[in-house]
């Protein structure tokens, strides 16, 4: 539905320039500026795309404002108190909730994917034993491409299909290959009775030597996790997938580039930099001078898990999670760690500061999420691969989404210019 959006130029005050405007189901409308440059000369200016919408979707709703975030109409809410990872993962890339037929199905496809070509395996070994899983999975996930010739015609709708399956599947295997590797124990092979988030428990810590099995407040708390975790609309690591998937590039490459954009301490990189912070202020008595560094402008430090560039109220996710983060406190975790006791007294004494209230800073997702995960013994630099695994479906249904739509072009920002006017070239033995 389209309406008219007059704009007035400054310098033309009298000339105005229609503009149509298009009205989404819920939220903002949007004025469509696509033929401002061609019809008008002039062009938007929005860093950080601060108002920017860029693209129509139908997968995920967020009202920052209300603290609301809806997957294909359902609120995050029930999703998170009635629903399985994998029921949300279908709903995510197919549209609907599935019948108990079609779970079973989905259910069997996924797990029926998540081993790994042999030759992958010794990819793992070329990295160093200590580097970073996030690099182990930027490298590995891309190279999937090198394996799946078979499915790799984007334009055939059922390769995409196909190529969902696969990453949503090979993720967390390899994920849990690439904890694996940084702690020099053997790769442990999926087990097809567990669930998603019971095999990656499995994969990630049983042994040839000792079975292991997982705890159900452990698979209860990920699964909690990866579901609040699945999407999250035009994010920067979802921008990144679209902006390369726009390309036509292949989908392994385009998830490659999300895992990579999410890396960052900004975005998904903020849970693993949450523990970090914690251990730095080290003890209760020393909030106060971090509290203090984080109002301080000329201070690059900031309070790692609190703030969110579209939650200016609560981000709902927060809190679905501090009921699930006291649970696991209390019944997986060691009570005595003084880092627990140090992030609740911080998120109290920062839910109370007046500049965190007035700059509407509360907890975010992750502030949670990192608690969370390290009372599941899992190690800090795994937590954003965690979080890339929940986010591997937002990721291919946004790529899915877009390789279907008749109208995808290839993206290509504009810039304003702000170097220096052209000029001549000045030989060497002429420059001073
Ligand atoms: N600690 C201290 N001050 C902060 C923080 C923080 N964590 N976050 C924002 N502020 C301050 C800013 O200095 C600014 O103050 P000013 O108005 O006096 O200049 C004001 O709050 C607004 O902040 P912006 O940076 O303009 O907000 P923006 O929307 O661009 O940034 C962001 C959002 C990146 C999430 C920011 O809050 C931040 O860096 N938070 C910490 C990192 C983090 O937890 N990221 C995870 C986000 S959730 C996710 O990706 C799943």
């Known amino acids: 539905m389209t309406a008219k959006y007059q704009l007035i130029q400054k310098d033309r005050e009298q000339e105005g320039i229609d503009l149509d405007v298009i009205q989404p189901v819920v939220g903002p409308p949007a004025v469509d500026v696509t033929r401002l440059y061609r019809d008008q000369g002039l062009l938007t200016y929005d860093p950080g795309f601060m108002s920017t919408a860029s693209c129509q979707s139908s997968i995920t709703y967020i009202d920052g404002e209300a603290g609301v ?23 995510l890339l197919y549209g609907e909730l599935p019948n108990r037929t079609q779970l079973h199905e989905f259910d069997d496809i996924i797990t029926h994917h998540t081993m790994l070509n042999e030759r992958l395996k010794e990819f793992f070994g070329g990295f160093h034993y200590d580097a970073h899983p996030m690099a182990i999975m930027v490298g590995v996930v891309g190279s999937l491409s090198a394996f799946y010739h078979d499915s790799l015609d984007i334009n055939s709708p059922r390769h995409r299909e196909i190529s969902a399956h696969r990453l949503i599947a090979k993720i967390p295997t390899i994920a849990a290959a690439s904890y694996k590797h940084n702690v020099g124990e053997p790769i442990v092979y999926p087990d097809n009775e567990l669930s998603y988030c019971g095999n990656l428990l499995h994969m990630m810590f049983a042994t040839p030597c000792e079975p292991y099995h997982p705890n159900p407040i452990a698979v209860e708390a990920m699964n909690l996790l990866f579901i609040l975790h699945a999407d999250h609309e035009q994010n920067a690591s979802t921008s990144t997938v679209r902006l390369a998937g726009s ?17 960052g301490p900004a975005h998904g990189g903020a849970n ?61 975790a060691d009570n005595n760690n003084p880092l627990f006791e140090l992030a609740l007294k911080l998120e109290e004494i920062a839910l109370e500061d007046e500049y965190f209230v007035k700059r509407k800073l509360y907890p975010n997702v992750d502030f949670y999420s990192g608690i969370i995960y390290r009372a599941l013994n899992i190690p800090n630099n795994m937590f954003t691969v965690m979080f890339a695994i929940a986010r591997t479906v937002g990721w291919v249904s946004h790529w899915m989404e877009m390789m279907s739509d008749p109208l995808q072009r290839i993206g290509r920002p504009r810039q304003v210019y702000t170097g220096p006017p052209r000029r001549d070239f000045v030989s060497l033995n002429r420059r001073s």
């Open 272 to 332: 693993e930099a949450v523990l970090e912070m914690l251990t730095e202020i080290g003890d209760v008595s020393n909030i106060d001078k971090y509290i203090a560094k984080a109002k301080d402008k000329n201070d690059p430090f900031r309070l790692m898990g609190f703030g969110h560039r579209v939650y200016k109220n609560y981000d709902p996710r927060a809190n679905i999670l501090r009921e699930m983060c006291k649970k696991v406190l209390t019944e997986l």
């Open 69 to 91: 975030l809806e997957y294909r109409g359902y609120p995050i809410e029930q999703l998170a108190k009635e629903a399985d990872y994998l029921e949300v993962v279908f709903l």
């Open 247 to 263: 390309s036509l590039a292949n989908p392994f490459a385009c998830i490659a580039a999300g895992i990579a954009s999410l890396w």
